[in-house]
Nanobody, 117 residues
Framework: QVQLVESGGGLVQAGDSLRLSCAAS????????MGWFRQAPGKEREIVAS????????TYAASVKGRFTISRDNAKNTVYLQMSNLKPEDTAVYYC??????????WGQGTQVTVSS
């Protein structure tokens, strides 16, 4: 059984930094990529960043490029999202996801990030 567990969310002020972690367990050897999504109140879920299993390809949403960094530790089966210079509009529930054949099949429970102005 595959499980994704996020951690690291919290309440911060604008300009602060946070690092989210997502630990994956179970059969992940067939995964294509891992990614971070977010969903703000009243808005659709959007992709923030993704990283291929071999870290050969990384993509970011335009709104976070230059401020967020996605990385992974294959030995720990963990993906990270380092968020810097946070803005109030980054406030959302952040979800970790795993993709098989380019389909986001697996999801974590989400972690709340709140940025005050």
């Amino acid at each position: 059984q595959v499980q994704l567990v996020e951690s690291g969310g919290g309440l911060v002020q604008a300009g602060d930094s946070l690092r989210l972690s997502c630990a994956a367990s179970g059969r992940t050897d067939s995964w294509h990529a891992m990614g971070w999504f977010r969903q703000a109140p009243g808005k659709e879920r959007e992709i923030v960043a993704s990283i291929r299993w071999n870290a050969a390809s990384i993509t970011y949403a335009a709104s976070v490029k230059g401020r967020f960094t996605i990385s992974r530790d294959n030995a720990k089966n963990t993906v990270y999202l380092q968020m810097s210079n946070l803005k109030p509009e980054d406030t959302a529930v952040y979800y970790c996801s795993g993709a098989v054949s380019s389909v986001w099949n697996y999801w974590g429970q989400g972690t709340q990030v709140t940025v005050s102005s």
